[in-house]
């Protein structure tokens, strides 16, 4: 007999052995996967959510999150969840002092928003919107075609098409937001000191008269402004005033000049942010001869807020407090 064919015996003789010896193993590997316990759900879910008209349920909390639209990036990082960004985009004004280190450590995808391709490139599985635009199927960022790349989305419900926006459907926003990544307690906690905010700043307008109220967003032709669908609205109304054009029926809308002559408010809020500054929105305001007997105008009796106060976010029950101040200022004087 050949050496080759004695080698080639012993090795086959030594397969048969190995085999034999491994199978014990298998079969206890085997058996030991299939009475395995399931990996343990995260605590509070499987969690399912109706937004804007869009079922989606939630197995676990997203990790890799784009944020689109300061103030929802401001109510990720209100809750803690900074280390859950991927990347944010379209900062409006300048982020809360509190936030700028956790801000400055997310990656800025674009000014405004991203293209579809830079938008998968961060490889996100949720992205939150702020206001509709977000998911413009034209710039193809729709909620549809993110779902069939696997991404999850929300949209802010100041712009869902299902009515008006009221102080209770930011504590939804909230309480929906912190459900989907698990931090219930966190929301909870917010929405308590909201509401605590709001008691009081009601309590100190107990008895004031509101005042008539325009919101000046820009524009030169027509004005934009606040309507009657949106948080803002309410925001006034919480501030001790009355909205000249609460009978519009979005959060913002463009209004005719001869309106806001005809309306005649003693305030006009001037929202900061963009690249037209406060003092320019100003002296427009004041060099029109057409609004010269405006109120507002003739008084100079103005207000300021941030755009981001005036959304559907985290800002917003301390913005109300700002604004009445402003409205009222009588509310800052000592009681004697």
């Known amino acids: 007999m050949s050496r080759q064919s004695c080698r080639t015996r012993r090795t086959r003789r030594a397969l048969v052995v190995t085999a034999a010896a491994l199978l014990p193993l298998t079969a206890c590997t085997a058996s030991e996967e299939q009475h395995a316990p399931a990996a343990k759900a995260a605590a ?3 969690y399912t959510v109706t937004n804007c008209g869009v079922k ?8 890799r999150v784009v944020t689109m639209n300061q103030h929802v990036t401001e109510v990720m990082l209100e809750l803690g969840l900074a280390k859950s960004l991927a990347g944010t985009a379209y900062l409006d004004d300048k982020v809360l002092p509190k936030y700028e280190k956790e801000y400055k450590a997310t990656p800025v995808l674009a ?8 938008l998968l490139a961060a490889n996100p599985d949720f992205v939150y919107g702020g206001y509709a635009s977000a998911f413009s ?5 729709s909620r549809e075609t993110l779902k069939k790349s696997g991404i999850n989305s929300r949209l802010n419900t100041e712009y869902c098409a299902d ?8 504590y939804q926003e909230i309480r929906e937001v912190g459900r989907t990544f698990g931090v219930t307690d966190r929301a909870e906690r917010w929405i308590t000191d909201a509401k605590q905010g709001n008691a009081t700043t009601e309590k100190k307008l107990a008895g004031v008269d509101p005042v008539s109220v325009f919101v000046y967003d820009g524009g030169d032709k027509t004005a934009s402004t606040v309507g009657g669908a949106g948080i803002g609205n309410e925001m006034i109304k919480r501030a001790g005033g009355e909205n000249v054009f609460a009978h519009l029926p979005k959060p913002f809308a463009d209004a005719a000049w001869e309106n806001v002559v005809d309306r005649k408010p003693e305030t006009i809020v001037i929202l900061d942010y963009g690249g037209t500054t406060v003092a320019q929105k100003k002296q427009r305001l004041l060099d029109d001869p057409a609004l010269a007997d405006v109120p507002a ?17 985290v800002r917003a029950p301390a913005a109300v407090d ?8 009588g509310l800052n004087e000592p009681k004697k």
Do not use: C, I, W
Request: aromatic share 8%; proline share 11%.
């Open 56 to 63: 989606t349920t939630y197995t676990a909390p997203p990790t």
């Open 297 to 313: 105008v003739k008084n100079k009796r103005f207000a300021v807020l941030p755009l981001s106060d005036m959304v559907l976010g």
């Open 137 to 141: 199927a034209g710039d193809g960022r």
């Open 111 to 118: 000014k405004e928003y991203p293209s579809y391709e830079k």
């Open 44 to 46: 509070g879910f499987p």
């Open 322 to 329: 700002t604004l009445a101040r402003q409205l009222h200022p």
């Open 163 to 170: 009515g008006k926006t009221s102080m209770d459907a930011l």
